[in-house]
């Protein structure tokens, strides 16, 4: 690997793509002190503190949301919007063929598509966060006209961020907003350490839980690569075709099914799925509505059974994770899809006939693998926390969400820069 990464940095191509991810990031970073103006510090960090739904969204913001910034939703608009088109081209038939049969033009149009559900989300979010911050005291200057223009001020920075990520995927390597969720978690890791050796200089934190923690750490790490690049290989035999006068012998290859067809977005849904009443009844706290009657008692009740550290909220939380992640990989892989296709090319995998029984083994194949997959995604969603707890390191926080998308999102683009690594030698080899 490091090899490939020096004979890519040799290439001026792929200099010239990796120098301007590297030109993005720096305008990430710029863009993330770029604060908006009349805000109460203090007042600010003190909602941080209270409200869960920011601790989903800061962690992928890079710090723009600890510092107010025009960047403080991040890209999680445009993630939530491309989630919801890809669910919507299972259910929806003409979203359903424009996305099989519509080619370029076709996925062109899902993507306009999806910008402008982007922004209706984003509105929604910044209305709320401005809302919420007006009702809290962030605001100096709790007028009309700035409250609209902190709504369009973090709108118009996820925007950017979405044309940001775009031109990375065009002129860079690597998928853009991915990069860019990656740079977010990536620059909250410094911070994370400084906390993390300050507490452990100042008698804190023990040696022995720090390098335990460590070496636990570097082991999740190496299991979320195994599960990354981890597949089942389904043989498939090509039938024997008569071109002219030739008959051309069948040749042999597999299908990949990857073991973690569901990626993040399982533990995403579990996470959003969590927060979502204990967001909804501090709202209601904040606005003075569940003061007495039965909100206050369901706030009670989650506050002392239902904490994110506590032996229900974790069950659930593994539970939720199975779940979702049986469901969106049935959704990402559509095994009918899979069995038309190998039948149309004349194609078929040994000993098992085309059509129906075809669907059943690959259905069979997908059950156990998703299985495995969903275990280990609920195992990695509450094994961080306990992590946390037991070895008392509280100033590092090491989320399973986390972890997936900078491993995934690193392997990602190693494999591009391999891949036109390929293409050049393969270039080279045809023009010789």
Excluded: C
Excluded at 151 to 180: C, H, K, P, Y
Excluded at 310 to 323: A, D, M
Excluded at 342 to 370: A, C, E
Excluded at 384 to 403: A, H
């Amino acid at each position: 690997m490091l090899n490939n990464l020096r004979a890519a940095l040799l290439v001026p191509e792929i200099r010239k793509r990796v120098g301007f991810v590297l030109f993005a990031f720096a305008w990430f970073i710029f863009m993330i002190h770029v604060q908006l103006p009349n805000v109460n510090q203090q007042a600010w960090q003190r909602v941080l503190q209270s409200g869960v739904f920011y601790n989903l969204l800061g962690f992928l913001s890079g710090g723009a949301l600890q510092r107010l910034s025009v960047i403080a939703m991040g890209i999680t608009p445009f993630i939530n919007a491309s989630i919801i088109m890809q669910l919507m081209t299972v259910v929806l038939p003409q979203l359903e063929e424009l996305a099989k049969k519509g080619g370029e033009e076709g996925r062109r149009k899902i993507g306009q598509y999806t910008r402008w559900l982007t922004i209706v989300l984003a509105a929604v979010q910044a209305t709320f966060m401005a809302n919420t911050m007006r009702n809290s005291g962030v605001f100096y200057d709790t007028s009309l006209a700035y409250l609209l223009f902190a709504i369009v001020a973090m709108v118009s920075g996820t925007m950017f961020l979405m044309w940001l990520g775009e031109q990375i995927s065009d002129r860079g390597i690597g998928n853009g907003v991915s990069l860019i969720i990656f740079i977010g978690i990536v620059l909250r890791y410094p911070t994370y350490v400084s906390q993390t050796y300050s507490t452990a200089s100042q008698g804190g934190l023990s040696l022995l839980n720090l390098v335990a923690y460590i070496v636990m750490a570097i082991i999740i790490i190496i299991s979320i690569v195994f599960l990354y690049q981890g597949q089942r290989r389904v043989p498939v035999q090509q039938a024997r075709r008569v071109v002219g006068r030739k008959l051309f012998a069948g040749r042999s290859t597999y299908i990949p099914l990857r073991l973690n067809n569901a990626g993040v977005i399982s533990i995403i849904f579990a996470i959003s799925l969590l927060l979502l009443p204990q967001t909804l009844l501090q709202w209601f706290n904040r606005t003075g509505t569940s003061a007495h009657g039965p909100l206050a008692a369901v706030s009670s009740w989650l506050s002392a059974y239902f904490a994110p550290n506590t032996l229900l909220y974790n069950v659930v939380y593994f539970l939720l994770v199975v779940v979702f992640t049986f469901f969106y990989s049935s959704i990402v892989l559509n095994t009918r899809d899979v069995a038309d296709n190998l039948k149309k090319s004349g194609s078929f995998i040994p000993g098992i006939r085309p059509g129906q029984p075809t669907v059943d083994y690959l259905n069979k194949i997908l059950y156990r693998i998703t299985t495995a997959a969903a275990i280990y995604l609920g195992l990695l969603a509450v094994l961080p926390s306990v992590m946390q707890q037991g070895l008392s390191v509280t100033t590092f926080y090491l989320g399973s969400t986390s972890l997936l998308i900078v491993v995934g999102v690193a392997l990602d683009t190693i494999n591009q820069i391999e891949a036109r690594l390929a293409m050049r030698d393969y270039k080279g080899f045809i023009k010789r």
